[in-house]
């Protein structure tokens, strides 16, 4: 069974009855769940990085370390925004899906704003307003196409330069590690299951891969992180 809400983008496959609570997606939930720890514990550790290093280095950890906790956050509306959507009016349930979705455009921001802190420091200026632009956009564009594709466009936009950017400094040896671009690619795996609506199994739902592998991405860009750190201490 695929249900989509009748006047946007989101869709359930699965309802069940336990002892009378009416659970929808629990799989799905329970990936936005593990996905909440994930995030949080990566932010922790990050945090915890010893070193002292420049305002510059700082900052770009700071970035990555605010992009986790956001992130986590916005994982995080997905438990409701899922398992109990039955009981959640649907103009109610639309603002509560659509501040999932524009969280994590929140989140991107940070990223871009403290690697240009990091490596373009002369140019913040006019990066900052650029970024800022790039949410508003998408924001608006979320709530008028009602289509989470927004998000994952703006994913797309505002980290896919900075895994190239981590793949050019790891070719010139500025940084141990390509960890951070390959994860930020990876994620992309995530995005084709979802544009394309690839079903593993019915019980299985694309949402469900996509959550494991962008668990997987998400660690793979924080190991990046702590690695490309040794080179700093």
Known sequence: MVTTFPTY???FFFEYDFL???????ITSLGNLLLFFVGLWCCRKIAKINNDASKEVRAGLRGWQLFFLI??????????VHAFSFYIPIEIHFW????MGWIQIVGVYFIQVGTAKRYFADHVKWIRPLALLQILFFCALMV??????AVNIDIAVGLVPIAFWNFYLYA??????????????FAG???ILFAFKIMIAPWFSYNDAAHLLLIASLLMIYRGV???????N
């Open 226 to 232: 702590v690695k490309n750190e040794e080179i700093n």
């Open 71 to 80: 992130s986590a956050i916005a994982y995080s509306f997905g438990v409701p």
């Open 96 to 99: 509560l899906w659509i501040t």
């Open 20 to 26: 009378g609570l009416v659970i929808r997606d629990p």
């Open 9 to 11: 983008g989101f869709r």
């Open 189 to 191: 795996i995530p995005g």
């Open 172 to 185: 010139k040896k500025k940084i141990p590690s390509a960890l951070i671009g390959i994860g930020i690619l």
């Open 144 to 149: 008028y196409k009602r289509k989470f594709g």
